[in-house]
């Protein structure tokens, strides 16, 4: 099985893609910084392709996805909403497939609060492109730091891996 984690974090190394790193272990894994690619807004003018399409179809050979963002301001990173924008267009074009699709949603703006709000709009639009939407895992990273990680999130790393199987 191999797993696609989208990083919607502007920092590509840090608290999203250390959490990600620990669930996915062991597991073959394609990281897709989206801070590392150009991807316009719904309605700017593209003189030239930027790299969403290229994006999208490597996202559609994954066999199971992985979607990260911190919180920002009560909310999912600008980065990723676009990309999240973006999909809703080519869902047509680009072949998505019934994949397994977890949300890693974290940092220190009380996520627990903020996840609610943020995982029923993945939610949904992994039922517009025919993801599969399974669950999602929230850490709140101003009270478990990388050498707490396995005493968090080591359930939810037996689910990813037993998803390899469905």
């Known amino acids: 099985m191999s797993w696609g984690f989208i990083n919607g974090s502007p920092n590509a ?12 272990a062991g597991q073959a894994c ?6 590392n690619y150009h991807i ?9 392709p930027d790299d969403f399409i290229r994006l999208a179809q490597t996202i559609s050979t994954c066999d199971a996805l992985l979607i990260g963002t911190p919180v920002y301001w009560s909310d999912m990173t600008g980065l990723l909403k676009t990309f999240l924008d973006r999909c809703t267009l080519i869902a047509k074009q680009v072949a998505f497939r019934h994949v397994p699709t977890y949300v890693l949603v974290n940092g220190t703006q009380r996520p627990a ?18 993801w599969d939407y399974r669950d999602t895992i929230v850490v709140d990273t101003s ?4 050498p707490a990680f396995a ?6 790393q037996q689910q990813l891996q037993e998803a390899q199987h469905d």
């Open 30 to 35: 394609t990281t897709l910084p989206l801070v």
């Open 113 to 130: 609060q903020t996840a609610p709000g943020i995982a029923p709009a993945i939610a949904q639009l992994a039922d517009f492109l025919q």
């Open 143 to 146: 009270l478990v730091r990388p």
């Open 13 to 24: 190394l840090g608290h999203t893609d250390a959490l990600a790193q620990f669930l996915l």
């Open 40 to 48: 316009a807004q719904l309605g700017q003018h593209r003189d030239q």
């Open 151 to 156: 005493q968090v999130l080591t359930p939810w």
